[in-house]
């Protein structure tokens, strides 16, 4: 657990001052509210990693940075007001509307690659209830990446894909352990 609770602590502690400036806060988002928090429960719960738990927290992980990239589109102005450097700075809207449809492309294929390679269990894939309200979050950011107030269903439907998929992996765990899988 150590390194998971010093990688987590550290990316808290300095995202505000530093890593919020340097380009890095959707990747330490990311990587500490999502893929640390299952790759922590998955160590308590086991007593150590597996390949399993690394492909299962991805998605959790993908899918918070999008959180904070796409919210980042509408807060472009007053981000760059207060000193902070973030991706959709760097790339602009119009590259940085690809780089939130790869992130939820790759989320999808995450558990659907995990369970054929068997290192999600079959359940897992309930996960994929949710791609036609992501398909709606991507379409919104593709067609609306530079008009914000038709942007804002598309913020909606990021938050419904991120609660949803992250809920149902969940369940589709508890349905495998039910079952025996």
């Known amino acids: 657990m150590i390194p998971i609770l010093l990688i987590g602590g550290l990316a808290a502690y300095f995202y505000t001052p530093f890593f919020s400036r340097w380009y890095v806060g ?38 918070t940075a999008n959180l904070l ?8 102005e007053a981000d760059r007001k207060v000193g902070r450097r973030n991706l959709v700075m760097a790339l602009g809207t119009k590259k940085a509307r690809w780089l939130y449809a790869a992130l939820v492309a790759a989320t999808y294929l995450c558990i659907i690659l995990g369970v054929a ?3 999600m269990p079959l359940p897992a894939l309930v ?3 949710t791609l036609p309200v992501a398909f709606k979050a991507v379409q919104g950011a593709l067609k609306h990446h530079d008009d914000i107030p038709r942007l804002i269903p598309a913020l909606g439907a990021n938050v419904m894909t991120i609660l949803g998929t992250d809920m149902l992996l969940t369940v589709g765990y508890v349905l495998a352990t039910l079952l025996g899988l």
Do not use: C, I, K, M
Not at 34 to 49: E, I, K
């Open 26 to 63: 959707e990747l330490l988002a990311g990587l500490g509210l999502g893929t640390l928090v299952v790759l922590g429960a998955y160590f308590v719960q086991r007593g150590g990693y597996s390949w399993e738990a690394l492909v299962v927290a991805l998605p959790p992980g993908f899918l």
């Open 69 to 76: 990239l796409l919210n980042e589109f509408p807060d472009l």
């Open 117 to 119: 390679f068997r290192l």
């Open 127 to 129: 996960g994929l209830l």
